[in-house]
């Protein structure tokens, strides 16, 4: 069994930052794609980011150029640091895994960090 867990989020004024991790632990083979999504009150789960395992990266056209996503392979983590946070980033971020577990694929959810942006 695979736990992700998430950090770092918190309260941040417009225009702030914050690095938000993402630790995978348990009986892990191989990672491959890591993932953020979001989910605002009252809207559906949106993608943000994902990184490959070479590294890869692709993100949502409303994070572009303010978010950066990188991962530490060594330690099974993934990071989101947020820059230029508007109040509409505010959300529920979450972190999604996807590997092998003793060869057997894994895909997994964290429970989530919130990321509140106001003044």
């Known amino acids: 069994q695979v736990q992700v867990v998430e950090s770092g989020g918190g309260l941040v004024q417009p225009g702030g930052s914050l690095r938000l991790s993402c630790a995978a632990s348990?009986?892990?083979?191989?990672?491959?794609?890591m993932t953020w999504a979001r989910q605002a009150p009252g809207k559906q789960r949106e993608w943000v980011a994902s990184?490959?395992?070479?590294?890869?990266?692709n993100y949502a056209d409303s994070v572009k150029g303010r978010f950066t996503i990188s991962r530490d392979n060594v330690k099974n983590t993934v990071y989101l640091q947020m820059n230029s946070l508007k109040p509409e980033d505010k959300a529920v971020y979450y972190c999604?895994?996807?590997?092998?577990?003793?060869?057997?694929?894994?895909?997994?959810w964290g429970q989530g960090t919130q990321v509140t942006v106001s003044s």
């Open positions: 990184i490959t395992s070479a590294e890869y990266t």
């Open positions: 999604n895994v996807r590997g092998l577990s003793d060869y057997v694929p894994f895909d997994s």
């Open positions: 348990g009986s892990i083979r191989s990672i491959n794609i």
